[in-house]
């Protein structure tokens, strides 16, 4: 083999493995599925013209062997144990207790991650090289299935990088994605046959193929959650695995989430099943697991599962509609909004005619038509989402919907945020935007202006009584013309104008909140009230000034910022001055009602900067505001120390030349973790 053959091959592997991993593990895909076919394709020809360079970890070697005769039952070196469920909240809370209590601390650090609705798997590597893919079976024994294990998406042949442990057992869920599913089904119809019936079946059946190339046919994928037998490991935690295993090319289980104690734990979860529109794959639950492989051990387990996890599940119920219209709605940021309007179907006993498609990119992962035919779906309190299009159901009478590019309402142009999924009108006078401004401004969450209701809303601004904000405290002077509105009689009319007198005596917070500042709610509000006091004050902060205050943060920082530097804000701060509302009350500086006087590092002032391992910046700062102490984004002489990640720059370097103390988040919380956290 010529040097340009050999060149060529090694590249190849190379570029289809590192491929692989930016697509199954990253979920950032940089070529088309065209282009990787016709690389495998150029490698396998390569490959059968040189025989001698075939190696068992090339790519090639995914798309399946020879059959097999039949399947060899193996023993498991550690159980595949069950996981116990739960389905009330208030069996979470004695979960945690038991578990609190058992390993005689007042806290436990606990993970959160969906629990895939798939198919158990064990994976087995040696020296790197997959060796054996077994099933769970009876948690005792299982099927050798290494034959279709090869064929998995995300299940490298060999591990990447280096320095992995000697043996390695890593346990997950093989799935199908509902994208994958709906292909599947409308391949079986164009064919004449018999569609598949769920994807966990059809997941399970495939993994049971004698012959991997009809195996792989399935599109089975695969997320490492776990760890089993393994020889030459020294992970300290979860979250320490699942970055180890990412790092070796496997993907594991999506958005998963530490927590310094249960209480964090509940208000994760709570955000994580709020974003279960967005998964592609199916999800019956949340697991808590204790984070610490110490405290693992030391809890133990029953004879058929561990006690220092749990799975809080939910009864999934699903419904079968059709998709009679989308439409699109502006809210109160200029946030476009695609919503399905559906042939009315019942589910749990409740009737569903909308749902929400959140954004052009979740209509595109869906490939949602209208007219189609689709699955609903309604978990616990979650609000229905559509989960999948039935591709096999189309009839060519399907229109496709086309996201449009100036606003429905004002026929402004649209733009999308930076780096984000949202598309805005950016005309801040839309109509549709201040209906839905106003709305949000009198409800209880902001303002509460007692007698200002949704129906007056709508009918104020298209009668173009209000036409911005200040236009509210402007009505006073326009009776005649609100006596002429629809059901607005003198009485009502007293009503609603005393409300909108009284909301001027509003505490600052609620204005903040009514304000409609990007990222800025009622708990941001209230930070601001009470680090500040008055709106003076807060407009005149720098946005490093702003970043420095507990809770926060960069992000929320420059948009306060750019709120009351912009024309816009400046303008409409004066009005709702000029006209009687208050501006807040100054606060004494050395006192804050979000300041923490106790705690390991009461009085302490914290940076943290670089990628983070274990936490999310979010996190580690929440954590830090826990134990008394103040995350700043500013390095300055009154830092206290700095926690450095991966890839820390220009901050470290300045705690560097300032000789503030540096440390990483192991040692930090080696030195500051406590056991009421």
């Given at each position: 083999?010529?040097?340009?053959?050999?060149?060529?091959?090694?590249?190849?592997?190379?570029?289809?493995?590192?491929?692989?991993?930016?697509?199954?593990?990253?979920?950032?895909?940089?070529?088309?599925?065209?282009?990787?076919?016709?690389?495998?394709?150029?490698?396998?020809?390569?490959?059968?013209?040189?025989?001698?360079?075939?190696?068992?970890?090339?790519?090639?070697?995914?798309?399946?062997?020879?059959?097999?005769?039949?399947?060899?039952?193996?023993?498991?070196?550690?159980?595949?144990?069950?996981?116990?469920?739960?389905?009330?909240?208030?069996?979470?809370?004695?979960?945690?207790?038991?578990?609190?209590?058992?390993?005689?601390?007042?806290?436990?650090?606990?993970?959160?991650?969906?629990?895939?609705?798939?198919?158990?798997?064990?994976?087995?590597?040696?020296?790197?090289?997959?060796?054996?893919?077994?099933?769970?079976?009876?948690?005792?024994?299982?099927?050798?299935?290494?034959?279709?294990?090869?064929?998995?998406?995300?299940?490298?042949?060999?591990?990447?990088?280096?320095?992995?442990?000697?043996?390695?057992?890593?346990?997950?869920?093989?799935?199908?994605?509902?994208?994958?599913?709906?292909?599947?089904?409308?391949?079986?119809?164009?064919?004449?046959?018999?569609?598949?019936?769920?994807?966990?079946?059809?997941?399970?059946?495939?993994?049971?193929?004698?012959?991997?190339?009809?195996?792989?046919?399935?599109?089975?994928?695969?997320?490492?959650?776990?760890?089993?037998?393994?020889?030459?490991?020294?992970?300290?935690?979860?979250?320490?695995?699942?970055?180890?295993?990412?790092?070796?090319?496997?993907?594991?289980?999506?958005?998963?989430?530490?927590?310094?104690?249960?209480?964090?734990?509940?208000?994760?979860?709570?955000?994580?099943?709020?974003?279960?529109h967005a998964l592609d794959f199916e999800v019956d639950g949340l697991v808590f697991k204790a984070n610490r492989f110490e405290q693992r051990e030391q809890a133990g387990a029953t004879s058929k599962s561990p006690r220092w996890l749990i799975a809080f599940k939910w009864e999934?119920?699903?419904?079968?509609?059709?998709?009679?219209?989308?439409?699109?709605?502006?809210?109160?940021?200029?946030?476009?909004?695609?919503?399905?309007?559906?042939?009315?179907?019942?589910?749990?006993?409740?009737?569903?005619?909308?749902?929400?498609?959140?954004?052009?990119?979740?209509?595109?992962?869906?490939?949602?038509?209208?007219?189609?035919?689709?699955?609903?779906?309604?978990?616990?309190?979650?609000?229905?989402?559509?989960?999948?299009?039935?591709?096999?159901?189309?009839?060519?009478?399907?229109?496709?919907?086309?996201?449009?590019?100036?606003?429905?309402?004002?026929?402004?142009?649209?733009?999308?945020?930076?780096?984000?999924?949202?598309?805005?009108?950016?005309?801040?006078?839309?109509?549709?935007?201040?209906?839905?401004?106003?709305?949000?401004y009198a409800s209880r969450l902001a303002m509460d202006i007692e007698g200002l209701g949704i129906k007056l809303v709508e009918q104020l601004v298209d009668a173009g009584l209000i036409r911005s904000l200040p236009d509210i405290y402007r009505l006073a002077d326009r009776r005649e013309e609100l006596l002429a509105l629809e059901r607005m009689g003198e009485k009502s009319l007293e009503n609603l104008l005393a409300g909108i007198e009284a909301s001027k005596s509003r505490p600052l917070w609620q204005l903040l909140t009514g304000l409609n500042i990007r990222h800025v709610g009622r708990r941001m509000s209230q930070v601001l009230t009470d680090r500040f006091g008055t709106m003076e004050k807060i407009s005149h902060q720098s946005a490093e000034d702003l970043a420095a205050v507990d809770e926060v943060g960069p992000i929320i920082a420059n948009s306060i910022f750019e709120f009351f530097h912009s024309p816009f804000g400046t303008q409409l701060v004066d009005d709702l001055k000029s006209l009687g509302l208050s501006m807040g009350k100054p606060v004494e500086e050395t006192v804050t009602a979000t300041t923490s006087t106790s705690g390991p590092l009461a009085g302490k002032t914290v940076v943290v900067t670089g990628k983070m391992v274990r936490f999310k910046r979010e996190e580690i700062e929440t954590l830090i505001h826990q134990l008394g102490g103040r995350p700043a984004s500013i390095v300055s002489k009154q830092t206290d120390f700095v926690i450095a990640g991966e890839k820390a720059g220009s901050k470290l370097e300045k705690a560097q030349s300032l000789g503030i103390p540096v440390m990483t988040e192991d040692n930090f919380l080696r030195d500051y973790q406590t056991p009421r956290l």
């Open positions: 083999m010529t040097p340009t053959v050999a060149a060529e091959i090694d590249n190849l592997r190379n570029e289809l493995n590192r491929h692989n991993y930016l697509y199954y593990v990253e979920a950032k895909p940089e070529i088309s599925d065209l282009e990787f076919d016709r690389m495998l394709k150029r490698l396998h020809e390569l490959e059968v013209q040189h025989p001698e360079y075939d190696t068992p970890d090339s790519p090639t070697h995914k798309v399946g062997g020879e059959p097999i005769d039949e399947f060899v039952t193996v023993e498991h070196r550690l159980p595949m144990m069950s996981i116990d469920n739960i389905y009330k909240d208030e069996e979470l809370t004695e979960f945690d207790r038991k578990l609190c209590k058992l390993l005689e601390t007042e806290a436990i650090e606990y993970t959160v991650e969906y629990k895939i609705d798939g198919v158990a798997l064990s994976l087995i590597y040696e020296n790197g090289m997959l060796v054996q893919g077994v099933t769970r079976g009876d948690g005792r024994r299982g099927d050798d299935i290494t034959h279709n294990t090869r064929t998995i998406g995300g299940v490298p042949l060999a591990l990447r990088g280096k320095g992995f442990p000697p043996v390695l057992e890593i346990r997950g869920e093989a799935y199908i994605s509902n994208t994958d599913f709906a292909h599947l089904r409308a391949e079986q119809a164009a064919r004449g046959e018999q569609e598949f019936a769920n994807s966990r079946n059809t997941t399970a059946g495939a993994l049971k193929l004698l012959d991997p190339r009809l195996s792989a046919a399935r599109r089975v994928r695969f997320f490492a959650h776990g760890a089993g037998y393994s020889e030459g490991t020294n992970y300290t935690t979860h979250m320490d695995f699942l970055a180890a295993v990412r790092e070796f090319g496997i993907p594991t289980t999506p958005e998963v989430r530490w927590a310094p104690d249960m209480k964090t734990a509940r208000e994760i979860a709570q955000e994580m099943m709020d974003q279960l999934k119920y699903e419904g079968v509609t059709k998709v009679e219209a989308i439409h699109v709605q502006v809210g109160k940021t200029g946030t476009l909004t695609p919503v399905a309007h559906l042939q009315p179907v019942s589910i749990a006993g409740t009737t569903v005619s909308r749902a929400s498609l959140h954004n052009r990119d979740e209509m595109e992962r869906l490939g949602i038509k209208i007219g189609d035919t689709v699955v609903v779906e309604k978990a616990g309190k979650i609000i229905p989402h559509v989960v999948r299009v039935e591709e096999h159901l189309r009839d060519g009478s399907e229109k496709e919907f086309v996201f449009p590019e100036s606003c429905p309402e004002c026929q402004s142009p649209v733009a999308q945020d930076p780096d984000g999924v949202y598309i805005r009108c950016t005309n801040l006078n839309c109509p549709a935007r201040l209906r839905e401004w106003i709305r949000f």
